[in-house]
């Protein structure tokens, strides 16, 4: 359906994760942007955890194999279609022969760094484990346990031809935006450790602007700031983590655990990224910086009742736009 002509190391096939398995440390791997990997999904009919293209590493660049209908979101990546300049966050059609151009990501307000190439039914790739998501630590899911390569060949699940239409969405950045003090925000629930930091810790936590390091990654974003320090030294054995988990090291500097994060960790934890933030926090790019807006329980439900029913009013107007369609 595909074929990879230009790639980076680090474009990978990605569903939405491998849940279930951290008892056997297997990680979760999955998409750096969940809500942008299912909103994709809903434009082409799928369903929410169909596998995507993830990429992160520009320019990509893929020739269609056949008539095929597709969607771009996440990043605003001045996609082109052999030359033709297409809209982000929308489902397009391409014929068998064109060449798809994601170029590097421009800047603006909506700073995005990963951008999401959905086809029709989801890329077909092996179940390993009861999902498609490429784990790169263990080296299995995707496309061989790797990043994609020039000359791989993809294939849609279910292809659908070109029907010349086009429909878009609302980033969710402008559906639901979050900001203190003009910087990018997300909500943090304090963790097990917290209390064990110093008050003035406490408040550097909460009121100073994370810069994210290019010692970043899909396994954890190292922030630099002003170092964290604990009351006493803290001495811990390894436990179980997941994805949003902030954890202090020695030099105090935070590191946030993403989606190909270790399932055992022993550094002491701050905070955890809810999971209604987390793809606000993987698609900020290397060197920008970040604010951590204290929340709790209650308001981390209500966050991620707030995404579910964004992507419920997704569900909603294509199945409006269809119905509209077929009547005319």
């Known amino acids: 359906m595909i074929e990879v002509l230009s790639t980076g190391a680090l474009n990978t096939v990605q569903d939405l994760g491998r849940d279930g398995c951290l008892r056997w440390g297997v990680g979760t791997a999955g998409p750096m942007d969940g809500l942008a990997l299912a909103a994709g999904n809903l434009l082409l009919g799928n369903d929410t955890n169909c596998a995507a293209v993830e990429v992160q590493v520009f320019p990509f660049k893929v020739r269609f194999l056949a008539n095929c209908d597709f969607a771009l979101t996440g990043a605003d990546c001045d996609a082109r279609l052999d030359d033709t300049p297409l809209m982000p966050w929308a489902t397009h ?4 022969g064109q060449i798809l151009t994601l170029n590097l990501p421009r800047l603006g307000a909506l700073r995005r760094s990963r951008a999401y190439l959905c086809l029709p039914g989801g890329v077909d790739v092996p179940i390993v484990l ?19 390569r020039t000359g791989d060949t993809l294939q849609a699940t279910t292809p659908t031809c070109v029907e010349g239409r086009t429909l878009g969405l609302v980033p969710p950045e402008v559906a639901m935006p979050l900001h203190l003090d003009g910087c990018p925000a997300v909500r943090v629930l304090p963790a097990a450790e917290y209390a064990q930091y110093t008050a003035a810790s406490q408040a550097a936590f909460w009121a100073g602007e ?3 390091t290019p010692q970043s990654d899909r396994y954890g974003f190292r922030l630099a700031g002003e170092p964290l320090q604990a009351i006493a030294p803290l001495e811990m054995r390894s436990h179980g983590i997941v994805p949003g988990v902030i954890q202090v ?13 270790q399932p055992t960790g022993g550094y002491p934890k701050m905070g955890t990224v809810i999971e209604a933030d987390l793809w606000r926090l993987g698609q900020m790019p290397i060197g920008s910086r970040i604010r951590f807006m204290q929340t709790n329980w209650e308001e981390a439900l209500a966050a991620l009742q707030q995404t579910q029913a964004w992507l419920a009013d997704i569900e909603r107007q294509i199945r409006l736009h269809h119905d509209t369609r077929s009547a005319a």
């Open 93 to 96: 059609g391409a014929c068998a």
């Open 130 to 148: 009861n999902s498609r998501s490429t784990q790169l630590r263990g080296a299995f899911g995707g496309v061989d346990g790797r990043a994609l």
């Open 210 to 212: 994370w810069k994210i």
């Open 249 to 261: 090291p020695p030099d105090g500097q935070p590191i946030v655990q993403m989606r190909d994060a």
